[in-house]
């Protein structure tokens, strides 16, 4: 039988008939049982895809659930996400689930049987990139999802909210620049990560705007994390043409880079001025307090959790939108030594 006419059409009959399966099976696989085998179920999904089902109407949970997935709960700017997405849910009568799963670019493939099962009104990504068949999965059933992208840059057909990474990066290098810095490092994330990449691109345009040099040699790729910021700073600090400043693309990294120069007996901002990046709360109780850029995570979970429970849900939103950053200034910069007197800062 070919049910490819009308797509908007298909039944949960045609896609049995299509597959040689029961409408039983079929409904099983919508939602998310686990006792159909895996190549039945590929073989519906795809069925389901192709002709682009999706249920017309759907029973709201007894307790509307809106659910949060994180690679890392225990991330620094966890915490901030999840406080944004609690304050809309409160206004709408919702409750909030936490889930840890995949890696920093998509969620597991063990995920989406658990979501399919908890129904949830919408479900929020603190990743990078869905699959198409996460994609087709959630689609089908009527699960509004939205990406809360810190750290990268989504598919276009894929609802997402993020920050300005780039202006973030130009914004810490030109105040570095302005404070009399030349030669200037720094320490981005991951090399596969997009943010990390807008950050770096930021400092490149900061410096070349400023007819400085860039020192191939004084650009690292770190983790996001104190370690890797601690590690990469070793290397720059025990040159003898070190920088007078480094800018981390993390506060962590940032924390890490203190250390490092505090480990070869240099001050921090005396003899190296230090920027991180997020303005999360170590930033503001690190010592030196820390300069940094905010990246606004809690409005970003609370435009994506409005996102979801908008009227149409986010697939009637605008597809990307993307919140200011902002450099907040504190005492981990100052003019390179021996130019001139510090400047105060609160």
């Known amino acids: 039988m070919d049910v490819a006419g009308e797509s908007s059409r298909v039944t949960l009959a045609q896609v049995a008939e299509t597959a040689g399966v029961s409408i039983s099976t079929v409904s099983k696989v919508l939602n998310g049982r686990q006792d159909v085998s895996a190549p039945t179920r590929l073989k519906i999904e795809r069925l389901l895809e192709v002709h682009g089902y999706r249920r017309t109407t759907r029973a709201a949970p007894e307790a509307p659930l809106i659910e949060i997935v994180f690679h890392e709960l225990d991330a620094i700017w966890a915490m901030e996400l999840i406080l944004g997405v609690e304050a809309v849910a409160k206004d709408h009568g919702a409750s909030v689930v936490l889930t840890e799963s995949g890696t920093r670019h998509s969620p597991g493939a063990e995920w989406i049987d658990g979501v399919l099962r908890r129904r949830p009104v919408g479900v929020i990504l603190v990743f990078s990139s ?13 699960i509004p999802f939205v990406i809360i992208d810190p750290a990268g840059d989504p598919e276009p057909d894929v609802p997402s909210v993020g920050s300005a990474n780039w202006s973030g990066g130009l914004a810490a290098t030109r105040h570095l620049i302005e404070y009399g810095h030349r030669r200037i490092g720094i320490i981005t994330g991951p090399e596969d990560m997009m943010c990390s990449l807008a950050r770096l691109d930021g400092y490149r345009s900061a410096m070349t705007t400023a007819g400085l040099e860039i020192d191939p040699s004084l650009i690292a790729f770190g983790d996001f994390h104190v370690e890797g910021g601690c590690a990469h700073a070793k290397h720059m600090l025990d040159r003898s043409d070190r920088p007078t400043a480094i800018f981390a693309g993390s506060d962590l990294q940032a924390i890490g880079v203190m250390e490092a120069a505090a480990a070869r007996g ?57 919140l200011a950053t902002s450099l907040v200034v504190r005492k981990s910069t100052a003019p390179p030594a021996g130019t001139g007197p510090l400047v105060q800062t609160y």
């Open 266 to 322: 240099l001050r921090t901002p005396e003899d190296l001025s230090v920027v991180g990046y997020d303005d999360v709360a170590v930033a503001r109780w690190s010592r030196p307090a820390l300069t940094t850029v905010r990246q606004p995570l809690r409005k970003m979970a609370e435009a994506g959790a409005r996102m979801l429970l908008r009227p149409g849900g986010p697939e009637g939103a605008a597809t990307r939108m993307e």
């Open 130 to 142: 869905l699959p198409q068949v996460f994609k087709q999965q959630l689609r089908s059933r009527s």
